[in-house]
């Protein structure tokens, strides 16, 4: 079974039974404050493997699907051949992690601050495949034409970034953004210390006019 599939089944489980059980679900989910206080630090990591309900769950496991598919069976075993598989699990478990340190800072001392959710680590996936093919073609149900996934990147960041400023709405837009910059981050560093190309120079071919 791949990576993508094998974290989708488990974090679909693990939801599924955090739905029911709000115990659960509070001992799993990320609280800053009991991570600071209590030393709760996997809650990183479980934080990411529970959701609020089943659209949330769905929303970032199609998501995840779409692209992780493509990144773990196709674009990064092309610059890394075997490597591949390894920096792909490395990619979305780092992630979940470095996506919540902003939060973790700014709400260490706040009991009533919790996240949960894969959006940061799904993020990291989706920016990673636009860093490789900048130009790859992305849909949504209510645009009937493809975006190019740079500007699709582009265009997220910064309304993630604006959100995540504005406040107020209880969705974890810092996760969004960082891990979106953690995706792009990791993949540069990967292609460069383990395949030798400089893929900033060849995103910026495909984007910028000639």
């Not at 094998?6 to 991570?35: H, Q, V």
């Not at 706040?110 to 093919?133: K, M, Q």
């Not at 992305?138 to 993630?160: C, H, K, N, T, V």
Request: proline letters at 4%; charged letters at 10%; a neutral charge.
């Amino acid at each position: 079974m791949s990576i993508t599939l094998t974290i989708i089944l488990a974090t679909g489980i693990l939801s599924f039974l955090a739905f029911n059980k709000e115990g659960l679900r509070d001992e799993l989910l990320f609280w800053p404050y009991m991570a600071d206080s209590q030393g709760q630090y996997y809650r990183f990591l479980t934080g990411g493997m529970v959701h609020a309900d089943f659209m949330h769950l769905l929303f970032n496991m199609v998501s995840l699907y779409s692209f992780g598919n493509i990144l773990e069976g196709v674009l990064l075993p092309s610059l890394f051949d075997e490597k591949g598989r390894m920096l792909y699990a490395l990619l979305y478990f780092f992630s979940l992690i470095f996506s919540c340190l902003p939060d973790f800072s700014l709400h260490r001392a706040n009991p009533s601050y919790r996240a949960l959710g894969a959006s940061g680590a799904v993020s990291a996936v989706i920016y990673s495949a636009i860093t490789i093919v900048p130009t790859m073609p992305i849909r949504f149900l209510f645009i009937p034409f493809d975006i190019p996934g740079w500007l699709f990147g582009f265009l997220f960041l910064a309304f993630s970034y604006y959100l995540a400023r504005r406040g107020g709405d209880h969705i974890g837009h810092n996760a969004h953004f960082w891990g979106a910059v953690f995706g792009i981050i990791f993949t540069l560093v990967a292609a460069r210390a383990f395949a030798g190309i400089n893929l900033a120079s060849h995103f910026l071919s495909l984007v910028l006019p000639q």
